[in-house]
């Protein structure tokens, strides 16, 4: 009877650590859906960090030249300098 009792336990524990590895909180499903939440919030963030640059260029450009707000001024705003004639050409 002694004999066939710790091959059972050794088995039960055996049973529980694979149980842990495949159904656990840090099973192996688990950690590839963490590993692919992970690649694409890394890939969002890239494409923020793109746009972060873009951004701090444009501002960089706006508080040192004022040719880039008379630009943004003419595309958004549709203002004209003194003695302007604004023409639009509608199509």
């Given at each position: 009877m002694g004999n066939r009792v710790l091959p059972l336990i050794l088995v039960a524990l055996?049973?529980?650590?694979?149980?842990?590895?495949?159904?656990?909180?840090?099973?192996?499903p688990a950690v590839a859906s963490m590993t692919d939440q992970l690649n694409a919030?890394?890939?969002?963030?890239?494409?923020?960090?793109?746009v972060n640059n873009q951004l701090a260029a444009e501002v960089?450009?706006?508080?040192?030249?004022?040719?880039?707000?008379?630009?943004?001024?003419?595309s958004e705003l549709g203002m004209v300098?003194?003695?302007?004639?604004?023409?639009?050409?509608?199509k």
């Open positions: 055996l049973a529980i650590i694979h149980a842990q590895l495949w159904f656990g909180r840090g099973s192996v919030q890394n890939q969002r963030n890239q494409q923020a960090q793109l960089r450009d706006l508080k040192e030249g004022l040719e880039m707000v008379e630009e943004k001024a003419r300098k003194a003695n302007e004639i604004y023409v639009q050409i509608a």
